[in-house]
């Protein structure tokens, strides 16, 4: 069908505004949409991509949509309404039917039911998610997951999507770096598999932030989509609604701190009108709560919501739902979480002082479609503030203020209308912030921690300062100083909470301090426990016991320590969806998945499941040719001794004859000189003994080594290994000893095959051969980081759906073929 009828299929418009169908209509390349809050910017992205990609089919447009937001709140919004137009073309994938033909729609905002998107890289797919989420995952570093995964998503979301950097003036940092990137990826010379251009939308688009180091400015300028003349008239009644702007009597300063909560309920208690919505919107959380607290207490007990980024989940929807979806009288006290992207319309808005981009925005929410027009329109207020550093103004500067004050001066009394406000332009203060380079993305496609276990900080590049996050949840540990078990799983999304790195600091040194023994817990994959935690760290996710508190249902994320005496101080935890055990180092989940399996069969149903992901995907011949001998050998080194005696030992009389791949459940041990044992060492270093030298011979054994994604361009030993006691001059490593011998393994070698740890040398060895490091490091630097991630993505995802229809009894082409397989690839993986 045309756009025009598809568009109003999806959302039971008429028609879609002129600007819709010629972005829907035009080529797919970066670009700047700067269209007036309100005008449908979200449908015309997500619409424009769907009519192209699956109505028209169209190869030129990329296979996943990513939408990036600055805000929780924004995401919920966007993946309800992207549920709604994929449902009414039924083209929403179900998560059991077949995939393929269907769009898979997901969240990822953490937690461990964020979806298997992964596992389909050849399958069309839409992933909406904050700057937090998304753009750490392109840089790497995903927030919120599972490290091991992390070059999956970063393989994935640096080919064949197209970003979408939705309200931008949000977005800090976030708007460089997302520039950056796109330079790397058109401008960088680095291969990649698909296009992967970026539209960044905003009504207060700031398009010179994109002229970066690597993203310069294109002659003649980005392509901009804009509202035309029949659209400005079809919007008129928007364009012009009317809203007055008032300057409110009340400051905050030094001085009127202690009051000023009390101050601003008793002003929006004279200024709410009845039966409408007044909206308040203050720049800090902690002044939100006080705020709400303070209405409380001057007796608005009914229709009065809290609105802001530290919420888990249900308790965020609960507050949000009345703001969004409710009517008639309510009070609204709310953050910059409500600045952008939520569609809402208040009688009277109240504002504290802002930059003047934020202030256009927040001025959207009032009056937004021009429903008051006839009834003497709507008001707003603004709140000065009188501060005198700028960190008493963050998460602004007082230049912002400076800037913005100035323009409201002269507008007091005046309408702010989008039309008013459209020919007032002010640049915001020079900012001085830091850009990513090539050399540190480069750095950032090894995920090995170093010697002391820890990462490469991104966070510079995420948010800005004070900006950036920290996850928590909560369980009943049984007392608040007892250490959880690994059975404690990893969280859902709905448990966790979103809390500043500087607040959560604050709260860790105090619980830290504390007599009571209560402590924060942090997962260590190295040595598979929970371990107590000391720093903050951005993007990490920390266990809290109910018994220390730090949450209200009603406010959010407080940082108040409970006492272990008081149940009610405690937080009341959420029940865990699942209690999947954390990944670790040495662990192998898929070994232990389904049934007992020989490596002949595993084999086989990893060969169905990559033929499957490659016929969607066009690779060249010799990658495609890599792929497929890396699927083949990529769990060989599993026929070592000590692995195939743990394998039988668990598998007992249900176990097949010949080599094992599969035991088909927990448990088992290996010799204590094992520990830390990667079979696809093993397997990358038998690889190498046979087929050295030959072409493509280095890009297969990295793409066996990294199928699990803890064996990647480095080889070392890591703490607890013993090595060979009896030779201390004897290298090992990951479980291997230097030397030591595969038995033969009929298809794949003749006779005992020698593990040649010498690879793990700095250098050259005697016969001239390079290291590892240097071999892996010029088959990263040959394909480009983001192509070398993208063809790892693809193995693991062919290795984990085939592993997922073992579980169910399925094998071969028939495995990739049956719809459960889908529901059992989520389920396992």
């Known amino acids: 069908m045309n756009f025009d009828a598809f568009f109003t299929q999806a959302t039971g418009k008429p028609e879609p505004y002129d600007y819709q169908r010629r972005l829907a209509e035009g080529a797919c390349e970066s670009r700047l949409v700067s269209v007036p809050t309100g005008l449908g910017k979200t449908a015309a992205v997500t619409l424009a991509w769907l009519w192209n990609r699956v109505d028209q089919g169209s190869g030129r447009w990329p296979r996943r949509l990513v939408y990036c937001l600055p805000m929780r709140t924004l995401v919920e919004q966007t993946y309800s309404e992207c549920r709604r137009w994929l449902e009414n073309h039924g083209l929403l994938w179900n998560g059991v039917e077949p995939h393929s033909g269907k769009v898979g729609l997901h969240l990822l905002m953490g937690g461990e039911d964020s979806g298997e998107w992964d596992v389909y890289p050849e399958e069309n797919a839409i992933l909406i998610g904050t700057q937090d989420m998304l753009l750490s995952r392109a840089l790497n570093r995903g927030y919120g997951m599972s490290r091991y995964r992390w070059p999956m998503h970063f393989g994935l979301l640096n080919n064949d999507c197209l970003w979408v950097m939705d309200e931008t003036q949000l977005m800090g940092v976030g708007v460089e770096t997302s520039a950056q990137l796109d330079g790397f990826r058109h401008f960088g010379q680095w291969l990649q598999h698909g296009c992967c251009p970026t539209w960044w939308m905003s009504a207060t688009l700031e398009s010179a932030r994109l002229a970066t180091v690597d993203h310069p400015l294109p002659r003649g300028g980005w392509p901009r989509l804009e509202l035309g003349e029949d659209d400005r008239t079809k919007v008129q009644h928007r364009l012009e609604a009317m809203k007055t702007l008032h300057q409110a009597t009340l400051t905050l300063s030094k001085v009127t701190k202690d009051r000023y909560a009390a101050e601003v309920a008793k002003m929006v208690m004279e200024k709410h009108i009845k039966d409408e919505l007044t909206l308040v919107i203050v720049n800090r959380v902690d002044r939100a709560q006080a705020i709400f607290t303070a209405l409380q207490k001057a007796g608005r007990k009914e229709n009065l919501a809290l609105v802001h980024s530290r919420f888990r989940g249900p308790d965020r929807r609960t507050q949000q739902g009345m703001l969004i979806h409710g009517s008639g009288d309510r009070i609204v006290i709310a953050t910059q979480a409500v600045e952008a992207g939520v569609d809402v319309s208040a009688r009277v808005l109240i504002t504290e002082l802002a930059p003047w981009a934020s202030l256009v925005q927040r001025f959207g929410r009032c009056n937004r479609d021009g429903g008051f027009n006839d009834s003497g329109g709507a008001d707003v207020h603004w709140i000065d503030l009188e501060f005198e550093k700028d960190d008493d103004a963050a998460p602004y500067t007082l230049a912002d203020f400076r800037m913005a004050r100035e323009e409201l001066t002269k507008l007091s009394g005046s309408s702010v209308s989008p039309h008013a406000l459209s020919g007032i332009e002010v640049a915001p203060p020079a900012v001085i912030r830091p850009v990513i380079r090539r050399k540190d993305l480069v750095d950032l496609f090894d995920t090995t921690p170093d010697i002391a276990g820890h990462d490469l900080d991104i966070s510079r590049y995420i948010r800005e300062g004070d900006d950036t996050d920290v996850q928590v949840f909560w369980r009943d540990l049984g007392k608040s100083e007892g250490e959880p078990d690994e059975a404690s799983g990893d969280p859902a999304r709905d448990e966790l909470c979103r809390v500043a790195v500087h607040r959560f600091q604050a709260f860790l040194k105090k619980l830290n301090e504390s007599k009571d023994g209560a402590r924060a817990w942090l997962w260590d994959g190295l040595n598979e426990r929970w371990q107590p935690a000391v720093r903050a760290r951005a993007g990490a996710v920390y266990l809290l016991d109910q018994r220390v508190g730090g949450y209200s249902t009603e406010l959010g994320w407080t940082g108040v320590h409970a006492k272990p005496s008081k149940a009610a101080e405690w937080t009341v935890p959420l029940p865990p969806v699942a209690a999947k055990t ?229 094998a071969g082409e028939a495995a990739n073929s049956l719809a459960l397989v889908d529901a059992a690839a989520r389920s396992s993986t």
């Open 582 to 810: 954390p990944d670790a180092t040495s662990r192998d989940p898929l070994t232990h998945t389904g049934r007992p399996q020989t490596l002949d069969d595993h084999t086989a149903d990893v060969l169905a499941a990559i033929r499957r992901v490659l016929g969607g995907i066009d690779l060249g011949e010799s990658e495609t040719t890599a792929m497929r001998s890396a699927a083949q050998w990529h769990d060989v080194g599993k026929a070592l001794g000590d692995f195939q005696e743990m394998l039988r030992a668990v598998a007992g009389a249900e176990a097949p004859a010949g080599i094992l791949a599969k035991s088909g459940k927990r448990g088992g041990s290996m010799p204590a000189h094992r520990r830390h044992f990667r079979h696809e060492l093993a397997s990358a270093l038998v690889w190498l003994a046979k087929h050295d030298g030959e072409p493509q011979a280095d890009l297969i054994a990295y793409l066996i080594a990294a199928h699990h994604g803890k064996v990647r361009l480095s080889i070392r030993s890591l703490p607890e290994e013993t090595g060979d006691r009896a030779n201390p001059d004897r290298l090992f490593a990951r479980g291997i000893l230097d030397g030591e011998v595969l038995p033969a393994v009929p298809g794949y070698t003749d006779a005992e095959t020698p593990l040649n740890l010498g690879l793990m040398k700095m250098g050259v060895d005697e016969e001239g051969n390079p290291s590892w490091l240097a071999r892996m490091i010029a088959v990263r630097d040959e394909q480009g980081p983001f192509a070398l991630a993208f063809l790892e993505a693809l193995l693991r995802a062919a290795d984990m759906r085939a592993s997922a229809a073992e579980g169910l009894g399925l």
